[in-house]
C-alpha cells in the first residue's frame, strides 16, 4: 500500500481541455516499477513519485513510465503522453480524454491506491 496523504491535501491531476494533466516526479533505475506516493513540489503543489528500472537514456524511463502509469490506470498507453519535461524528473503528462471523467477515475485510482477509500 502506498503512503496516505492527507485526504484534504492536493492531488497531482487537473482538467486540461483536452484531458487530464498529472505532474509526476521520477525516479529512474529503481529496483522496481512502481507508484511511491505522492512529492511536494517547490512551487507548493504535489507530483505523484514514480520509479521505473529503466535507465533515463533514449526515452527509456519515459516510455516505461508511460507504459507502467497506462497499467495502473487502465487507460491505453496511447492516450498518455509526455508534454513537459522529457529529459527532466519533474515531468507533466498529458491523459487524454474527457477531462471529468478521467478525473472521477484517476481520483478514485488515487483513493483505492493510498489506503483512503470510503
Known amino acids: 500500500m502506498i503512503a496516505a496523504a492527507d485526504s484534504r491535501a492536493a492531488l497531482p491531476f487537473s482538467a486540461a481541455a483536452d484531458g487530464v494533466r498529472v505532474a509526476v516526479r521520477l525516479s529512474p533505475r529503481a529496483r522496481r ?5 505522492l512529492a511536494d513540489e517547490a512551487g507548493g503543489g504535489v507530483a505523484l513519485k514514480v520509479a521505473v528500472t529503466a535507465v533515463p537514456e533514449g526515452g527509456k524511463a519515459n516510455a ?3 507504459e507502467l ?3 495502473e490506470w487502465r487507460v491505453p498507453k496511447s492516450s498518455v503522453s509526455v508534454v513537459r ?10 491523459v487524454a480524454g474527457t477531462p471529468v471523467a478521467l478525473m472521477q477515475q484517476l481520483e478514485n485510482w488515487w483513493r483505492k491506491q493510498s489506503g483512503s477509500e470510503s
Open 69 to 71: 502509469l497506462a497499467k
Open 64 to 66: 516505461a513510465l508511460i
Open 85 to 94: 519535461g522529457a529529459t527532466d524528473r519533474h515531468k507533466t503528462l498529458l
Open 33 to 37: 516499477n512502481r507508484v511511491e506516493g
